[in-house]
Every structure is written in C-alpha cells, then in structure tokens.
C-alpha cells in the first residue's frame, strides 16, 4: 500500500492558488452569474412580460369593446372578437408559463450563486495574512461575506423587477403612442 502524503491538500481546500474577484460591482456581479447567463436572461423574460401584459392587455380589450359595438348584430362581431380574445387568453396563459418558469431557475439558481459567492469570497479573504484576521474580527468578515451573498441577490431581484419593469413599460408605451 502506498504512503499518503501528509501535506496534501484536497483541492477545494487548496488555498495556495491566488483568487482574484473583480473588484467593480458589475464585473463582480457578472463574474458570478457568468455559468448561469442563460438562465439569468430566462429569468428577466418574465418581468418584461408582465409589462407588456399589463399594457396590451387593456389595448385587447379596448380592440373586443370597439368590435362589439360596430358591429351590427353579434353574430358580425364574432370573429373580430375572438381572434383578440384569442390572443387576451394567450397572453394570460404565456404569462403564467412565464411565471413557473422563472420560479423553478430562481430556485434553481438564486442558492447556487449565493452559495458560490460566499465560497470564492471566504476563499479570498483566506489569503489574507493572521494580521487582517487579527485587526478585523473573524465573525466581522463572516458577517461581511453572507450580507454580500445577500445584498448581490436583492441586486438582481431589483434590476429583475424594478429597474427593467420601468425601462420596458417606457418602451411599450412610446411604441403605443
């Protein structure tokens, strides 16, 4: 049987390999979310479709009210009708779809980049000299690291929501007018 080594490291221990993170906050946050892009961008398709949703399902409406009314006797609006209403209900349905859809990759992906942040940062605070443990205090940078898992998630979740919901909202409206 041959000796193990006793200096050896299993490789997710391995600390002698210099870690970098990018220290700008979007070359971070994309550092991050670079094995998951795809489903990162999936997960931005819901937000724009509510907006649009909220927008053109009203203009739908409006399009079935009008046809209703021109129309002579209701069986002449029927098939101006249900073609919109066709279309109301797909909305609807596409959008529900939409919603699962994204649900499942934020629980998905949401724990794993969390978990992948906090272990590259714990990683690279681990290079840092006994000093760096010593004047700042353990529990300190511990702290520091799980807010940040933290606070990089609610990131997405606003530009997920709020920043794109009012950036798209502002496009299908000018796109209407």
Same mark, same amino acid.
């Given at each position: 049987?041959?000796? *193990?080594?006793?200096?050896?490291?299993?490789?997710?221990?391995?600390? &002698? +390999?210099? %870690?970098?993170?990018?220290?700008?906050?979007? #070359?971070?946050?994309?550092?991050?979310?670079?094995?998951?892009?795809?489903?990162?961008?999936?997960?931005?398709?819901?937000?724009?479709?509510?907006?649009?949703?909220?927008?053109?399902?009203?203009?739908?409406?409006?399009?079935?009210?009008?046809?209703?009314?021109? *129309?002579?006797?209701?069986?002449?609006?029927?098939?101006?009708?249900? &073609? +919109?209403? %066709?279309?109301?209900?797909?909305?609807?349905? #596409?959008?529900?779809?939409?919603?699962?859809?994204?649900?499942?990759?934020?629980?998905?992906?949401?724990?794993?980049?969390?978990?992948?942040?906090?272990?590259?940062?714990?990683?690279?605070?681990?290079?840092?000299?006994?000093?760096?443990?010593?004047?700042?205090? *353990?529990?300190?940078?511990?702290?520091?690291?799980?807010?940040?898992?933290? +606070?990089? %998630?609610?990131?997405?979740?606003?530009?997920?929501?709020?920043?794109?919901?009012?950036?798209?909202?502002?496009?299908?409206?000018?796109?209407?007018?």
């Amino acid at each position: 049987m041959p000796a *193990a080594k006793v200096d050896s490291v299993p490789p997710a221990r391995n600390m &002698s +390999a210099n %870690i970098s993170l990018p220290t700008k906050l979007l #070359a971070f946050f994309w550092h991050f979310i670079k094995p998951y892009k795809w489903r990162f961008l999936i997960a931005f398709i819901a937000p724009v479709f509510v907006c649009v949703e909220t927008t053109v399902k009203p203009y739908i409406l409006k399009l079935n009210v009008d046809a209703a009314e021109s *129309a002579a006797q209701p069986a002449d609006a029927l098939p101006q009708i249900s &073609s +919109a209403l %066709i279309c109301y209900i797909g909305i609807w349905a #596409a959008l529900v779809i939409f919603f699962r859809f994204q649900e499942w990759l934020q629980f998905d992906v949401i724990p794993q980049t969390r978990a992948q942040i906090r272990l590259q940062t714990t990683r690279y605070v681990m290079e840092h000299s006994h000093q760096y443990f010593a004047d700042n205090f *353990a529990g300190s940078i511990a702290n520091n690291i799980n807010d940040l898992a933290r +606070a990089s %998630i609610d990131l997405f979740y606003w530009v997920n929501w709020q920043f794109s919901s009012a950036v798209v909202s502002i496009l299908v409206v000018c796109i209407f007018l």
